[in-house]
């Protein structure tokens, strides 16, 4: 509801809210993420998540890396374009922790399930962003045609 809303009266339409304003806003987005972020670490206890590490881990690890592989391999049949495969893979490796923190709160749910699905997207996130910026280093190198980067390129971005 709120990306139609914003695609309504953004600067593609209506243009009530403009580009330069909407470049402005970032720091709200910024301030959402990390009120989300917030929220799910405050529902998980230190125990649990010890006694839940190796399921959590496992279910992270296969479903970033695993999503970032398909993604990337099936962008690669279709564009033949390793760069572009590997920014996409890395951006489908991220997950909406918003709407899943909204339908937990919204059924009430406590347990086991609830406390590994919120570590798991609590931490997605930032996996995310570690496979975006070594995705981004490699992608940057592909079209420089540089060779692989360098740990200080893959840190630089």
Do not use: C
């Amino acid at each position: 509801g709120f990306i139609l809303i914003g695609v309504v009266l953004g600067p593609s339409l209506l243009n009530v809210v403009p580009l330069e304003l909407s470049e402005q806003l970032i720091i709200v987005s910024e301030v959402a993420l990390g009120l989300i972020g917030f929220d799910i670490g405050s529902h998980l206890l230190f125990g649990e998540l010890r006694r839940l590490g190796r399921s959590i881990l496992f279910i992270l690890v296969f479903e970033a890396f695993g999503t970032f592989l398909l993604v990337t391999l099936g962008i690669y049949l279709l564009t033949q374009s390793w760069h572009t495969a590997l920014i996409f893979g890395a951006l489908a490796s991220a997950t909406a922790p918003a709407a899943t923190v909204d339908v937990l709160a919204e059924y009430d749910a406590k347990g086991p399930l609830t406390t590994t699905l919120l570590a798991v997207v609590g931490m997605d996130d930032a996996l995310a962003l570690l496979l975006f910026s070594i995705a981004a280093a490699f992608a940057e190198s592909l079209l420089a045609q540089s060779g692989p980067p360098s740990v200080a390129q893959i840190l630089e971005l």
